[in-house]
């Protein structure tokens, strides 16, 4: 975590728009997860299974750009002072979240350029994107895995951040919860 105190004033918070862009950005990647997981269920050729891709890539795409807003709110409006944690559990955190953003940004242009090396246009709420990779089948599939690994890794980086968050919050009673609230402090 960057050591900057919040430009605002917020004291532990984060401020509110970036704990909204942070909720905001889960619920986009519970999205595209849940979708992409239950189109393998539906048989090829049924209409669901297109619709379930779009509203997977559409969530992916809105992620990567709401991923571009959270880094310039993070600038802008500086974060808390990290909580006194031993070094050890500083690295990992500081690991788990560079890793979150890596795959924030790396999941959406994967998915954008395995999609344009199979020939495939890649639409964004009505509108084609610009080709970045011409159609090369030979490129598409090693794409696609590292796109696949790094949606596989998700899992396990969310659980990660999930589990160090509740470890922080119920057995060393820090107040990890409520730094990235949306409900205004108590006063």
């Known amino acids: 975590m960057n050591k900057t105190n919040n430009a605002l004033g917020q004291g532990t918070r984060y401020h509110p728009l970036y704990a909204a862009l ?3 950005m889960f619920v ?4 595209a997860l849940a979708t992409i997981e239950y189109r393998d269920d539906i048989p090829k050729g049924d209409p669901l299974r297109d619709l379930l891709r779009t509203v997977h890539m559409h969530a992916g795409q809105l992620v990567l750009i709401f991923v571009v807003v959270r880094l310039i709110a993070r600038k802008l409006l500086g974060v808390p002072p990290e909580l006194p944690l031993p070094r050890l559990q500083q690295l990992g955190a500081s690991a788990v979240h560079l890793l979150l ?3 924030m940004i790396g999941l959406p242009i994967t998915s954008i350029l395995f999609t344009q090396a199979g020939g495939r246009d890649v639409v964004f709420f009505g509108m084609t994107l610009p080709v970045i990779l011409a159609k090369d089948m030979a490129v ?3 794409i696609k895995e590292v796109h696949e690994f790094m949606g596989n ?3 396990f980086l969310v659980g990660l951040h999930v589990l160090g968050t509740l470890w922080h919050q119920l057995f060393d009673r820090m107040p990890i919860l409520q730094r990235m609230s949306l409900r205004s402090p108590r006063k």
């Not at 986009?28 to 999205?31: A, D, N, Y």
């Open 22 to 24: 942070h909720w905001l």
């Open 28 to 31: 986009l990647f519970v999205v």
């Open 101 to 103: 953003y890596a795959v």
């Open 140 to 142: 598409r599939g090693p």
């Open 153 to 155: 890794a998700v899992y």
